[in-house]
């Protein structure tokens, strides 16, 4: 088969398109990737030699550039991973959101139903739910759960879902769509919260937490992502929606001071900052789904898990450090300027 990775070299694109290569030595895996801000080739480094492997760069809502490159490929599955998806930049500028998160998936559904393909696989996220209460641990996201979007970031991505809910209905394109919880691990952008607080524990230098840091998020193992993710395009069934979860509910608090107690670094380093407009509470996903459907279920431990990432982010220091010495630095000093 030939596959589509769109935002291949991007954090969770980058991890699965080196999954797949790896995996399925007989199928092309071809990776699309506008490389902005957050693409970073380095990320695929490790396969860009592989004859199973092509990368293109390109724009997914260049109508043209997209339905050329359809006609020439011809694609037998399609996974959209290319968006824009920091919240706090979201909130700067909502308009690259819609351009990229909502034009951008209906040009490739547009030129999936024109070429035909066998699969088109929407990677999603568990904040198009809002977000659950501080005090209710019994309640969960489900794929019954109404979308309630809280931020431009999450409502270009809701939107984006029911573009492709609606292609399969009205076209009967073959589609489904993921949901998954906050992913970490390897190649993860240093604007994020984990490899920020460890970048910057490094370096002895202020670990910034909005608000009180009692938002609660749970936290999924980016291999583990990929694993899932493989299972849906293979075996899911067409026009549904799965939620990944990684049974890993942490406080942002919880998460910084693991990350530094694994460091050896000293608490003094946290500091609290003005708290995130529209700020969501706590996520958290029910599984069952896909659990019970396809047999998934996580590898990683959120203990295994965070070790094993700072343990990646040890001994890969020049892959981050080559980000924050660039453009990523400007932003960085730009959104956290008062620690």
Known sequence: MKILVTGG???IGGNFVQYMVNKYPEDTIVNLDLLTY???LETCKSIENKENYKFIQGDIA???FIFDLFEKEKFDIVVNFAAESHVD???ESPESFVRTNVNGTTTLL?????????RYHQISTDEVYGDLPLDRLDLFFTEETPINPSSPYSSSKAAADLFVLAYHRTYGLPVTISRCSNNYGPYHFPEKLIPLIISRALADKNVPIYGDGKNVRDWLHVYDHCEAIDLIIRKGKVGEIYNIGGHNERSNLEVVKNI?????KSESLIKYVEDRKGHDLRYAIDPTKIESELGWKPKYSFETGIKH???WYLNNEDWWKNIISGEYKKYLEKMYKNI
């Open 9 to 11: 070299a991007g954090f």
């Open 38 to 40: 957050a693409g970073n």
């Open 62 to 64: 260049d109508r043209k």
């Open 89 to 91: 930049r979201s909130i």
């Open 110 to 118: 547009d030129a999936c139903n024109t070429y035909g393909i066998k």
């Open 260 to 264: 530094l107690g694994i460091l050896g």
């Open 309 to 311: 990432t700072i343990e």
